[in-house]
């Protein structure tokens, strides 16, 4: 709630400092005393437009700070840390500064902050209602989550949003999956020429070195066979190396034991020498038959050989990842082929996901409607004590189209009203005014207070042509209404003033320079003598005086006496 207003240089006011307590605060005063420069302070500590014609004549700028006591669990909180705020101790302190020449600057518990800051905190805060700007429950998109906190809808709200945020999820899935199906199958016929030429060559791992080799050999054939029938005739002609190996090996044996280990250890080395040269001669023999002289065989390796290489040098790849290239092209075909039927499985879950949504939806707007009902019934209740008896409040659930659907449900809300009998409703602001739209207010604050989260509600001039019995039920209502949330009332209604728990004056008077706005904090005594001039006028009276006793004991039971 609001607990201090401290006040510098604003038009007629030099210096005030305003303690709150909590339950119901009225202002009164004649009419341009200044209330509705209290009310224009408020409204720039909490982000209202700035205006340097504020400023009071002479002052180089003007000030205004509102601190309020919120609990840990108030949405302010939460809109501080986003903006890397401390609120210690649960207190809130808004600073705003104007300037003679119309700059100004902005605090938050002493840190700089911006006015846009200042506001949206001010949101949370404050409502205004009457005949000046207003927020909250004027402004429709409020009107939604002000019905469900009233219906208490919260795990019913909960589930649609858990239910719209996995749609939403299955819906990018399957959107994901057709963009990438697309993007697959604009590239497939290239994709199915490609595989076309590779499985044309079939290349395999290695397939370029082992063709570089064979072309070197078909290239250099008759060389090669030269050299080896020219090696084979060196084994064998004039002489035979293996026959006389052998010879010599056999001569050894026949000396026996009279050769000694000399002779045997020769003997065995000769043997050696005959199967190596044995084995060279066949492996010479052997390549000698493998050299191949047919020129075809040549031309036909080179063909293959530099139609590999033509199809690496396209892909920009080497050779010899040819092959995986060609796995890999068969492989995304084959994957794309399997697409369809994980994108037809995805559209199958999005449908899933988006009947469960508009299962959990419909079941909040069925909350919805039987909260709307019962709104619609405790509202007009409270209408005709307040003379506004031909008056009708009506909420109205609208359907959205699909595409407007969201986490919040299927329809948008609006309080709306009727104020003639047969006339269609509509929004609030633009069908009451004056002190018929604070009343309308009135009214549905009091049924929608244990709904809200605003701490501080401000009523300027909710008394506006009424007075008797309908004003006593305006004050009554304002009791009722600040047992569960701080109330301040500006008002010139005696029975308004009379059940307010806190009472100030606002009075214009000359100090010396001009004049100046002063608010006094009244007394049990000085209380009795504004409400006895607020009954009589100019002239305060005995009888007045009698009266405003009357209606400050007829208030006293609800209000449980007078605090100051």
Not at 388 to 416: I, M, N, Y
Not at 440 to 454: D, G, P
Not at 502 to 530: C, F, I, N, Y
């Amino acid at each position: 709630m609001l607990v201090s207003l401290s006040i510098r240089d604003v038009v007629l006011i030099a210096r005030l400092d305003l303690s709150f307590g909590d339950g119901l605060g009225v202002l009164t005063g004649e009419t341009g005393a200044g209330k509705s420069i209290l009310l224009d302070s408020l409204g720039l500590a909490l982000g209202a437009r700035a205006d340097s014609g504020l400023v009071r004549v002479g002052a180089d700028r003007l000030s205004v700070t509102a601190a309020f006591d919120i609990p840990r669990d108030h949405p302010a909180h939460g809109i501080a840390r986003e903006h890397d705020l401390d609120l210690p101790d649960d207190l809130l302190v808004l600073r705003r500064t104007v300037g003679a020449d119309g700059r100004g600057r902005a605090w938050v518990n002493d840190q700089p902050a911006s006015v846009a800051l200042l506001r949206r905190l001010g949101e949370t805060l404050v409502e205004v209602h009457g005949q000046f700007d207003t927020h909250g429950l004027l402004n429709p998109t409020t009107h939604r989550a002000m019905l469900d906190a009233h219906g208490g809808h919260g795990r019913t709200l909960l589930a649609c949003r858990s239910a719209w945020e996995h749609w939403r999820a299955a819906a990018r899935a399957h959107e994901a999956a057709l963009r990438d199906l697309e993007q697959a199958r604009a590239h497939e016929d290239h994709l199915r020429a490609m595989l076309t030429d590779l499985e044309a060559l079939n290349p395999k791992p290695g397939e370029d070195e082992a063709l570089a080799e064979k072309r070197a050999r078909l290239m250099n054939g008759e060389k090669l066979a030269e050299g080896l029938n020219a090696a084979v005739a060196a084994l064998s002609q004039p002489a035979d190396v293996e026959a006389a190996l052998r010879a010599a090996q056999r001569h050894l044996e026949r000396l026996g034991d009279a050769a000694g280990p000399g002779a045997r250890a020769i003997a065995e080395g000769l043997e050696r020498a005959a199967i190596e040269v044995a084995e060279a001669r066949a492996a010479l023999d052997h390549a000698a038959a493998d050299v191949d002289l047919d020129p075809r065989h040549l031309d036909q390796v080179e063909e293959r050989l530099f139609a590999l290489r033509a199809l690496a040098r396209k892909h920009g790849i080497a050779v010899d990842d040819l092959a995986d290239l060609m796995a890999r092209t068969r492989t995304s075909l084959e994957s794309l082929e399997d697409e369809g039927g994980a994108v037809a499985g995805l559209a199958r879950a999005e449908q899933t996901a988006r009947e469960a949504y508009v299962g959990a939806a419909r079941a909040l707007s069925e909350a919805r409607a039987t909260a709307a009902r019962a709104l619609d019934d405790a509202v007009g209740r409270e209408l005709p004590p307040l003379k506004l008896d031909k008056a009708r409040f009506a909420t109205r659930l609208e359907t959205l189209d699909e595409r407007d659907w969201g986490p919040e449900g299927l329809e948008r809300v609006a309080f709306q009203v009727a104020t003639n009998p047969g006339a269609a409703p509509g929004p609030i602001h633009k069908i009451a005014s004056g002190g018929e739209l604070a009343r309308f207010m009135l009214a549905l604050k009091v049924v929608l207070a244990r709904a809200s989260t605003v701490p501080t509600l401000v009523f300027d001039e909710v008394d506006t042509g009424i007075g008797g019995a309908t004003a006593a039920a305006v004050g009554e209502r304002l009791a009722r209404l600040a047992t569960d949330v701080q109330v301040l009332v500006v008002t010139h209604s005696p029975q308004v003033a009379a059940t307010g728990r806190h009472h100030w004056r606002v009075k214009k008077a000359d100090d010396g320079d001009g004049s100046a706005t002063r608010v006094l904090g009244l007394g049990p005594d000085e209380r009795r003598e504004e409400i006895a001039r607020m009954l009589a006028g100019a002239t305060v009276t005995a009888e007045a005086r009698a009266a405003a006793e009357k209606l400050l004991q007829a208030a006293s039971g609800p209000q449980m006496g007078l605090d100051l």
